[in-house]
Nanobody, 128 residues
């Protein structure tokens, strides 16, 4: 139900903008996130944005380089990626979280099981 796009092959230092299309206005009431999975590695959290207040959270590895945003009028969630590095190479997935409860004792936003809907992924390859 989520459709991610925008991946590609770029050189180190380049920029890419990923986009996630959601099915419709219902998803405007869900928190959204981007995860990534490199070959041979587990899926890891990249960025999260709430549906209320548009608060954002980033993984330390992308903080200052990536920006997550959403346009509820267009039903999209974007990930602007700047200063790309070879270690950013991965399949990137967008995800939607339907719950509006938050456990302050955990990094709930970074846990894959907290998300109910996933896109098919888009491949980002950064060459050195």
């Amino acid at each position: 139900q989520l459709q991610a796009s925008g991946g590609g092959l770029v050189q180190t230092g380049a920029s890419l903008r990923l986009s996630c299309k959601t099915p419709g206005p219902t998803f405007n009431r869900y928190d959204m996130a981007w995860f990534r999975q490199a070959p041979g590695k587990e899926r890891e959290f990249v960025a999260h944005i709430t549906y209320v207040g548009l608060n954002t959270i980033y993984a330390d590895s992308v903080k200052g380089r990536f920006t997550i945003s959403r346009d509820n009028g267009k039903n999209t969630v974007d990930l602007q990626m700047n200063s790309l590095k070879p270690e950013d190479t991965a399949v990137y997935y967008c995800a939607a979280r339907t719950s509006n409860t938050y456990d302050p004792n955990t990094k709930w936003y970074s846990l894959t099981h907290e998300y109910d809907y996933w896109g098919q992924g888009t491949l980002v390859t950064v060459s050195s």
